[in-house]
């Protein structure tokens, strides 16, 4: 199965796609940063990963 | 290399502990579970580190861990989310692991000999991962790994009926960029998790070689309170005790006891260590604490029998009977029902508790 992440370009924290899915849009966990991260910045291909393997990832 | 560090899970079998706060923070010999695991890779020279969080605790690890200066090292933070296994918690550090090689070291284990030995093992062959094991007496109740006589792994099994070896995965890994691929390749198991043993299977299936390492020493899962008291008592007992704090001449000290600076040991208190007490506690007369016992900060102990307990911290307790094999969480309070009418144990108790009164 392939994991994918989007890694912030402001602190380098990396969040998973199934989190970000789940959330949308999230402010980045990363310390101190105000970045705001998206399911959307991810790449649309491996956006459809996601949502086709939603099982696996623990959503439907 | 570099390393990662598992700081998620629900901590189920910690409850209710765990309800509060993750069970990578909970204090053995008054040190979070998680700064063994830190220290451990930075003893082993790997300083660039992620922790791997998940849906619980993450703040509070966050808030203790920080940048990692504190701790020597420089920490990446990476969020799984949803713990969907130990090969998905791996496939998530890939961005940050680049080409590097890396060791996975679980959050709530404890191991008192370090990876050392292990990244040397790994180093000394053309290996793409390496594997930590222990002896263990019930093998059937672990994965297990069957070897050749060169320590290579020919085989891993999840829990077998019949096994053939009774080395025992004790959850270090080292393992290298390749162990992505593999991990791109296998599917969730039955629990529907994604199983990093699959994964090195994998590995093995396309004839790769992995290293074994039987490692010396103890190691311990920290995963139900038993586990706590126990890997409280181990570290508890390779220590060689510093009383920095403060001694009333007429307390009764003995043992190897570690008071911090800022504690005190009030005259007419009995300690019996190996026993470690943390910052701004107070043991007060009468008192009697027994060997492998730990008392976290701000915490009032008086006229208690306490041994072989951990105590979180931020704690008052003057119970009059004696206190046995306990884990007590923070800011928690037991004091005496001696006087109160009618007679009787009074409880305000959360869920998951577990009392034997």
Redesign the interface.
Same mark, same amino acid.
């Given at each position: 199965m392939k994991i994918i992440t989007l890694t912030c370009p402001e602190c380098g924290t990396i969040v998973a796609a199934n989190e970000l899915e789940e959330r949308r849009i999230m402010k980045c966990p990363g310390l101190e940063c105000e970045a705001v991260l998206r399911f959307d910045d991810i790449e649309a291909t491996d956006r459809e990963y996601v949502l086709e393997q939603g099982t696996n990832y623990g959503f439907d | 290399m570099k390393g990662i560090v598992l700081a998620g899970g629900l901590g189920t079998r910690l409850r209710p502990i765990t309800h509060t706060g993750p069970k990578q923070l909970v204090p053995v010999a008054n040190k979070p579970v998680i700064q063994y695991a830190i220290e451990d890779l930075r003893d082993a020279g790997i300083t660039d580190i992620?922790v791997i @969080?998940g849906n619980l605790g993450?703040d509070d690890i966050?808030s203790f861990l920080?940048?990692g200066s504190e701790f020597g090292v420089e920490i990446?933070?990476?969020?799984?989310?949803?713990p @969907?296994g130990l090969a998905?918690t791996v496939?998530?550090? *890939? *961005?940050?692991v680049e080409e590097d090689d890396f060791v996975v070291y679980l959050g709530d284990n404890i191991h008192n000999n370090g990876v050392t030995d292990l990244v040397e093992s790994f180093k000394t062959g053309d290996y793409v991962a390496g594997i930590a094991l222990q002896e263990v007496e019930n093998p059937g109740q672990f994965g297990i790994a069957e070897t050749d006589g060169s320590d290579n792994v020919t085989r891993l099994v999840e829990k077998p009926d019949n096994p053939a070896s009774d080395h025992a995965l004790v959850g270090i890994y080292v393992l290298s960029p390749a162990v992505?691929d593999a991990? *791109?390749t296998? *599917?969730?198991s039955w629990r529907?998790e994604?199983e990093i043993t699959d994964a090195m299977q994998e590995l093995l299936d396309k004839g790769l070689a992995v290293d074994s390492h039987v490692i010396e020493g103890w190691w311990k899962d920290t995963g139900k309170p038993e586990d706590i008291l126990k890997a409280n008592r181990l570290v508890l007992d390779g220590r060689p005790g510093s009383l920095n704090g403060t001694v009333d001449e007429n307390a009764d000290v003995r043992g190897h006891v570690d008071l911090h600076e800022t504690a005190t040991i009030e005259g007419r208190a009995v300690v019996r260590g190996p026993v470690s007490i943390a910052a701004d506690t107070v043991v007060e007369a009468g008192t009697y604490v027994g060997p492998y016992t730990s008392v976290g900060p701000e915490t009032r102990l008086s006229s208690v029998q306490l041994e072989n307990s951990v105590i979180v911290g931020e704690s008052e307790i003057s119970s009059d009977g004696k206190i046995v094999d306990s884990l007590v969480g923070r800011a928690a309070t037991v004091t005496s029902a001696s006087g109160l009418l009618p007679e009787g144990r009074r409880l305000v108790i959360g869920e998951q508790s577990n009392l034997k009164l």
């Open positions: - | 992620g @969080l993450r966050q920080g940048d990446t933070y990476i969020v799984q989310g949803n @969907l998905h496939g998530c550090a *890939e *961005e940050f992505f991990i *791109e296998i *599917e969730p529907g994604l």
